[in-house]
């Protein structure tokens, strides 16, 4: 089952070289091929809902003037409707919270904090209200509370948690630093910026690292039945 929901966007990745490694070409995604969490899904062959928007962040002035994108909290919303629909559907509640139980989560966000965001200073105030360990700290509190409204609506296994990709060797980035790539230092990337995104990423595994995790078999890498949590924090 799939939620459409249609928005006047500006940011539509719908020319090459986004899509290149797909057979039809650009699929209005910021990639070239599959991601991680469509591999994971062919190889586990299961159906998926997908609630990503692009330039949307965990906080929701992220990318704003980029247009109508659909923050975390609103792709919550939109999985609190998935959810209504699957009650109606099933009509027993106990049924449905335990076919809520088994689905599987994948979440990535915090990429667009940065890039269309914090590293924005022309068009958001971010940078200004914040150190990088301040920002850092700031989205590792937004996001553990977006995570508990995910609980709350019946997930119980969020497979894998994304961090941050050294974005300061993105085209982007590299864009408005004005190198391009073609820096005369050792490095292409800008360090700032994959110093900053490392902050996150540090607090980020902190947090998973204090959470309660279920022993997982070698070969699906999926919880093992009737095992249970471990770890120092609590549901």
């Known amino acids: 089952m799939a939620i459409i929901m249609t928005f006047q966007q500006r940011p539509k990745p719908i020319y090459p070289?986004?899509?290149?490694?797909?057979?039809?070409?650009?699929t209005g995604r910021f990639c070239n091929g599959r991601t991680t969490t469509d591999i994971l899904g062919a190889y586990l062959q299961v159906l998926s809902v997908n609630y990503a928007s692009a330039a949307s962040g965990i906080r929701k002035e992220t990318g704003q003037k980029l247009g109508e994108r659909i923050s975390m909290d609103g792709q919550l919303q939109?999985?609190?409707?998935?959810?209504s629909r699957i009650n109606e559907i099933i009509r027993d509640k106990n049924v449905a919270t335990e076919c809520l139980s088994k689905c599987l989560y994948s979440v990535g966000m915090g990429t667009n904090?940065?890039?269309?965001?914090?590293?924005?200073?022309?068009?958001?105030?971010s940078s200004?209200?914040?150190?990088?360990?301040?920002?850092?700290?700031?989205?590792?509190?937004?996001?553990?509370?977006?995570?508990t409204t995910l609980y709350d609506y019946g997930?119980?296994?969020?497979?894998?948690?994304?961090g941050i990709t050294p974005i300061g060797c993105a085209p982007a980035i590299l864009a408005a630093a004005g190198t391009n790539g073609s820096s005369s230092?050792?490095?292409?990337?800008?360090?700032?910026?994959?110093?900053?995104?490392?902050?996150?990423?540090?607090?980020?595994?902190?947090?998973?690292?204090?959470?309660?995790w279920c022993p997982a078999s070698p070969i699906t890498a999926l919880c093992i039945p009737s095992r249970n949590p471990r770890g120092s924090g609590s549901e």
């Open 78 to 83: 939109h999985h609190q409707i998935t959810v």
């Open 17 to 26: 070289p986004y899509g290149i490694d797909f057979p039809q070409g650009a």
């Open 155 to 162: 997930a119980r296994k969020v497979t894998t948690l994304f």
């Open 185 to 212: 230092s050792s490095s292409s990337c800008v360090d700032r910026v994959n110093n900053a995104v490392q902050l996150f990423n540090t607090g980020l595994r902190f947090r998973v690292r204090n959470a309660p």
């Open 113 to 125: 904090d940065y890039i269309n965001n914090y590293f924005r200073p022309q068009f958001y105030p």
């Open 128 to 147: 200004r209200l914040y150190t990088p360990e301040q920002h850092a700290i700031a989205l590792n509190q937004e996001l553990p509370q977006q995570l």
